[in-house]
């Protein structure tokens, strides 16, 4: 490169042949002779001297500078070249530091891309689908536009609004996983998200979800007749009617075995006459259709839809007042004096799921193996022998699961934002280590919570 700069540079010098500068000449030149004055004359500036080089080292073969006009150009070449290093010296220096930036950008990308987001560590996100995403954004926008300012007054005034059952029942969010009779047909994994959100904002609304769709849909989709589904379930997906479910009584909750409350059949009218009394119901106060359960003569538990229109004055639902939690559900008892229930409200339900104990028992002390167990197990699914209250309760139980780690997302965002900004002792509380502590096992307790519903909810999906 210097070499092509010093070829150009000698193309552009000016041929001024009077005038020569000692030293830059070749020692064989008669100009070495010339007197100190002569030289002053010559080099006024005492050029020579600045350089402090040979001609021969910049430009090669020297020609002199023979008149200012000369020295002009010399200085134009020699900024050029000055220019040119400057050149290279500056992408010496810009290369490394355009390298630096690059990466700089590149690590922040890939920072991005694996940054830890406390909100949903194991990605739950991307194990969604479209729609299961879609469904759930729409009902979250619901919850927080809708529900959430409503929630309040509800919580200090103990006050169910009727209202948003069927906002819900628009909204395609009741008995969502059904197929047919008005429902939107989801996947078990969005009605948890539905869950999810709802409860986000009010465990009382997810529990008046939760009995509407698991448990008053619910036994009516899984034990219902043809007939039975085509007459209850499209006003109940829509919110128009309201269910409740039946089954905890005063004297039995967990041991709902030893129910008390009897069905007795009349077989000249082809009535059941229903007489006991349930507790603790959520809905039941305002509910139209009431799913009961109760023990026939031959001692079996069986399902019945009861229709307050049709029951009249021979029921009644209080209301349980002064709650502690869940105050914006309401809550009741079912109290029966001679219900009549037609025959053709009958739920094609039999048992809790002792039957199936029973059964297994047998095959267990005789010879036991995987293939007749399996069959048995079949034979009693297609018998509906195993179902009844508790299979609805199972998917109740379900939604509650994601519902309640709505609820804890709630909580741990409430705390988290409580934390950073409140000030003690000059700083955040959140800068404690044990506050963190709380909130990082919250986080962590939450994000393997939601991993589990969504396996179960993927199974469920798959009949596993
Ligand atoms: C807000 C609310 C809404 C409800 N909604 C409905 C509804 O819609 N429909 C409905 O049918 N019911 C409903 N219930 C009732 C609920 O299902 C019962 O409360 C529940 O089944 C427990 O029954 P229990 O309250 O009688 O408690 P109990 O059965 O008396 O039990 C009391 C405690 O003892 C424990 N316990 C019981 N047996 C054992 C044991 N063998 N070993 C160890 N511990 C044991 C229990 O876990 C519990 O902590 C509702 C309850 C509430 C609070």
Known sequence: MLGRFRNSFRCGMPKCPTIRIPGMEKPESSAAAESAEELEDRDPNNLNQHLQVMWDDV?????????????????GHCFRLSRGCCYVLLSVLIAPLLALCLGFTFACLAFQVTAF???????????????????RDQFRTYCQEQLLPRVIEANRKEHFDREIMRQMGQLGVLGCTMKGYGAAGVSSVAYGLLAREIENVDSGYRSALSVQSSLAIGAIYMFGSDAQKERFLPKMVSGEKIGCFGLTEPNHGSDIGAMETRAIYDSDKKVYKLNGSKTWIT?????????????????????????????????????????????????????????????????????????????????????????????????????????GPFSCLNNARYGIAWGALGAAEACLKIARSYTLERKQFKRPLAANQLVQKKLADMMCDIAIGLQACLRVGRLKDENR
């Open 59 to 75: 430009i090669g073969e020297p020609e002199g500078i023979r008149s200012p006009e000369c020295a002009w150009r010399l200085s």
């Open 283 to 387: 809905n039941s106060p305002i509910a139209d259709v009431l799913i009961v359960w109760a023990r026939c003569d031959d001692g079996q538990i069986r399902g019945f839809i009861v229709e307050r229109e049709v029951a009249g004055d021979r029921l009644s639902t209080p209301k349980i007042e002064g709650k502690f939690s869940l105050r914006s559900s309401i809550t009741g008892m079912i109290l029966m004096d001679n219900v009549i229930v037609p025959e053709e409200n009958l739920l094609n339900v039999q048992g809790l799921r002792n039957i199936l104990k029973k059964k297994l028992m047998t095959i267990k002390n005789g010879v036991v193996t995987r293939d007749r167990v399996l069959h048995s197990l079949g034979y009693l699914i297609t018998e509906n022998l195993i179902k």
């Open 117 to 135: 987001n406390w909100e949903d560590p194991f990605e739950l996100e991307s194990q969604l689908t479209q729609d299961e995403i879609l469904m």
